[in-house]
């Protein structure tokens, strides 16, 4: 009789516990977290998006353009007074340097270097040869996304990545201001984008842009 009692006891609290586990909502209404991104056309009148996916912007005399976003709902369980727990990242691959010089290379952290650990990429300028860590020594370089790396921040650190990109957060419609300069013309950059839609799904997107 009691291993009975406590057999059905052990099948309850199982059943309960699965349960409980199948009662946890998917973060997004709808079924299906996911962010679409585009250049606002209201700054920067005329860019498009070619067949090839990349988007052309002209230089206006505008040290800037937006970049804008629409994500998915999130579930009433994941929104506190209110406010939803989502934050969208935004990251690129190009960066400033020297008061003007330009530079391109994939060191972002939302898909690449800076969370493999790989410090040290060298970068050439003319007949010198870089790295990160020496450009951040002699003059703090900028990503466009609006963030630099100065000499006193740790890239080795466990929470270095947290310190890099900028961030939009707690709206479905993200945006964020993108440095654009006239020495910029010709040249293509990335523009990468990863919303986490409460710690639970996050959902990676990129942007290839032409500098006309």
């Known amino acids: 009789m009691t291993k009975k009692f406590i057999y059905t006891i052990f099948i309850s609290l199982i059943w309960s516990c699965t349960q409980e586990q199948n009662t946890i909502p998917y973060p997004c209404i709808n ?3 996911n962010a679409d991104f585009f250049i606002d056309p209201l700054v920067s009148p005329g860019v498009y998006q070619d067949q090839n996916e990349f988007w052309h912007i002209e230089y206006q005399g505008f040290n800037y353009f937006t970049i804008k976003g629409n994500t998915s709902v999130l579930h009433s369980d994941y929104i506190v007074d209110g406010t939803p727990i989502i934050e969208t990242m935004f990251d690129s691959d190009y960066w400033v340097w020297l008061d003007g010089i330009t530079f391109t290379i994939p ?4 898909l690449g270097y800076f969370t493999g650990g790989d410090f040290n990429n060298p970068i050439p300028i003319d007949n010198k040869t870089y790295t990160i860590l020496d450009m951040a020594n002699n003059f703090p370089p900028l990503n466009i996304v609006g ?3 100065n000499p006193n921040q740790c890239l080795t650190c466990e929470n270095s990545q947290a310190l890099l990109g900028t961030y939009s957060k707690y709206t479905y419609t993200p945006q964020q201001q993108i440095f654009f ?3 910029m ?3 293509t950059a990335k523009v990468f984008m990863k919303t986490s839609f409460n710690s639970k799904v996050e959902v990676e997107k990129e942007l290839k842009i032409i500098f006309d």
């Open 147 to 149: 963030y630099t790396i």
């Open 31 to 33: 079924g299906d977290c």
């Open 107 to 110: 060191l972002y952290s939302a």
């Open 181 to 183: 300069d006239k020495k």
């Open 185 to 187: 013309v010709g040249d």
